[in-house]
Structure formats: C-alpha cells, structure tokens
C-alpha cells in the first residue's frame, strides 16, 4: 500500500513539473515537500518517495519517529 502510494506521489510530481515554467518549479518542489509528496535531504536536495538515499549526496534518508 505504502509503495503504490509513494509510486502515485512521484507520479504527481513529475506530472506537475513537466507543465511547469523554469520559474515555478522551485515552488512546486517546495510544495510537493510540504504535501509529503516528497522528502527533503540534509543538503536541500528534494527526493522523490522511492529514493532510499539523496540523489546528490548519498545520505540516507531519515525516517521521522
């Protein structure tokens, strides 16, 4: 349940972004972290649900308790 709902996540994303300006991107990022839609990195690098590690520094993620 969990992956199909980090896979529909992602895919809403990506969907977003595609039809996006340059200009509002970052924006969109920003919001798709706050939604939960995305996990953001020690580095700032927002990550998409399946990524277990930052795209751009290889930390591991970190799971909230």
């Not at 580095?43 to 591991?60: F, K, L």
């Amino acid at each position: 349940m969990i992956e199909m709902e980090d896979e529909r996540a992602e895919a809403v994303t990506v969907s977003l972004l595609g039809s996006a300006e340059g200009s509002e991107a970052p924006a969109i990022m920003r919001a798709a972290v706050r939604a939960g839609l995305m996990w953001r990195c020690g580095c700032r690098q927002a990550n998409y649900p399946s990524h277990e590690t930052c795209v751009e520094c290889r930390e591991p993620r970190r799971v909230s308790k």
